[in-house]
Nanobody
Framework: QVQLVESGGELVQAGGSLRLSCGASGRAFSMYAMGWFRQAPGKEREFVAAITRSGGTTYYADSVKGRFTISRDNAKNTVYLQMNSLKPEDTAVYYC????????????????????WGQGTQVTVSS
């Protein structure tokens, strides 16, 4: 089992940057694939980015590709989301998620396939 805590969300102007962090407690962090999702008011939770358990492969939603970068440091039990060129439409609560990955290349862009979730961190981008 793993517990997740996100941090780094804040109010930023359009065009600015933020780095979100997600710290994990528990065992065997390197066996978990990690994902970032976001949820804006009145909308469904949507996929942002994912990274395989070794960090060797990353995946992005089309809406953030080229602007966001997901990474992980397994020695620090932490996954990051670097967000550049932020837009007002990026405003949402951002959640990190973890799922035990039996395969080294496993990932998912579906929220229901992740068992562990953090509490979320608010990102607000002003125009």
């Amino acid at each position: 089992q793993v517990q997740l805590v996100e941090s780094g969300g804040e109010l930023v102007q359009a065009g600015g940057s933020l780095r979100l962090s997600c710290g994990a407690s528990g065992r065997a962090f390197s066996m978990y694939a990690m994902g970032w999702f976001r949820q804006a008011p009145g909308k469904e939770r949507e996929f942002v980015a994912a990274i395989t358990r070794s960090g060797g492969t990353t995946y992005y939603a089309d809406s953030v590709k080229g602007r966001f970068t997901i990474s992980r440091d397994n020695a620090k039990n932490t996954v990051y989301l670097q967000m550049n060129s932020l837009k007002p439409e990026d405003t949402a609560v951002y959640y990190c998620a973890a799922e035990w990955a039996y395969g080294s290349i496993w990932y998912s862009n579906q929220p229901h396939e992740y068992h562990y979730w953090g509490q979320g961190t608010q990102v607000t981008v002003s125009s």
